[in-house]
């Protein structure tokens, strides 16, 4: 019994386990590991809920015009420069909504319905027309165009009837 008890000891002394050191630097590198996965992981779900809407009036002109009936048809070329797509539901015209607007379509938006609202894809550029019954206003008038946004944005241009 003394012998075995011999071995089992010398077996015990031989064994022997990972370093400090060693297992020191498992520790710290698993730990970066873990800690980069979760930064990218957490940027991930951050850009998610940081997108927006940003969209530049690139240019604004107004024409006289007799078709359907005599009148101004106004044109906005508008960019949309920020990380979301933008959706126009309303134009404003001196603060007063302005049902019948035709907004021209290109490849880059999508109509979503009859005219209203129309889409603009991140990134892309498209005309919107506006045509103003005669009757409202005379010819050399400044007047505010507003494109409302469905997440609530207000985007004016002054433009001068000719």
Avoid: C
Avoid at 9 to 37: D, Q
Avoid at 116 to 129: F, N, Q
Avoid at 135 to 153: N, R
């Amino acid at each position: 019994m003394k012998d075995v008890a011999k071995i089992k000891t010398k077996l015990l002394r031989a064994k022997r386990g990972v370093s400090p050191v060693i297992s020191t630097v498992i520790l710290v590198a698993v730990a970066i590991t873990v800690a980069v996965a979760v930064a990218y992981w957490m940027g991930g779900i951050a850009g998610q809920y940081t997108r927006f809407e940003k969209l530049q009036i690139v240019s604004a002109y107004a024409v006289k015009t007799d078709y359907p009936s005599a009148g101004w048809n106004v044109t906005l070329n508008v960019k949309n420069t920020g990380s979301s797509d933008a959706t126009f539901d309303s134009v404003y015209v001196n603060g007063i909504p302005v049902d019948d607007y035709d907004p021209a379509i290109t490849e880059d938006a999508t109509d979503t319905g009859t005219g209203s609202p129309l889409t603009l894809v991140s990134g892309d550029s498209d005309s919107i027309s506006v045509w103003i019954d005669e009757s409202l206003f005379a010819s050399a008038t400044t007047i505010e165009v507003k494109l409302h946004t469905a997440a609530g944005q207000d985007y004016l241009q002054m433009i001068t009837l000719p």
